[in-house]
């Protein structure tokens, strides 16, 4: 099945799995999605995701939610920039979620990466979402 907007179709399987306290996901695969993971991963709202491989080239990630004390350790994560309504920010406009508490996700020139390092690296770019 083909999606218009891939990001938005990874975040709401994430946030349904999780309200129904499944341990794991799947979704189909992508290089946007894996570095999307990637990020969620060493960030710590993750634990991990791997790429499945079926028969006939069809690829999946299977990702691997995280809990602590029965709850889910994303307690929201909300897409921002949409595909009707892109969303940019400079390095200096770079949105705080939760007075620092959460991240953004952002995809800029040098690769998608969490808000506190696209400051580090003095670059802006699409916000694609916000977790906490």
Do not use: C, W
């Amino acid at each position: 099945m083909s999606t218009h907007d891939p990001i938005s179709d990874l975040i709401t399987r994430i946030r349904n799995a999780q309200m129904r306290n499944k341990s794991k996901v799947s979704t189909p695969g992508s290089k946007m999605r894996a570095n999307v993971l990637e990020v969620l991963k060493t960030e710590g709202y993750i634990r991990g995701y791997a790429a499945v491989e079926h028969a006939g080239g069809h690829n999946e990630l299977e990702i691997e939610l995280k809990y602590f004390d029965g709850e889910p350790v994303i307690k929201e994560i909300e897409r921002v920039s949409k595909p009707g309504r892109r969303v940019y920010a400079s390095v200096k406009n770079l949105p705080r979620v939760r007075n620092g508490l959460g991240i953004s996700v952002l995809s800029t020139p040098k690769g998608i990466m969490a808000d506190h390092d696209a400051r580090d690296a003095n670059v802006g770019g699409e916000v694609l979402f916000t977790v906490f």
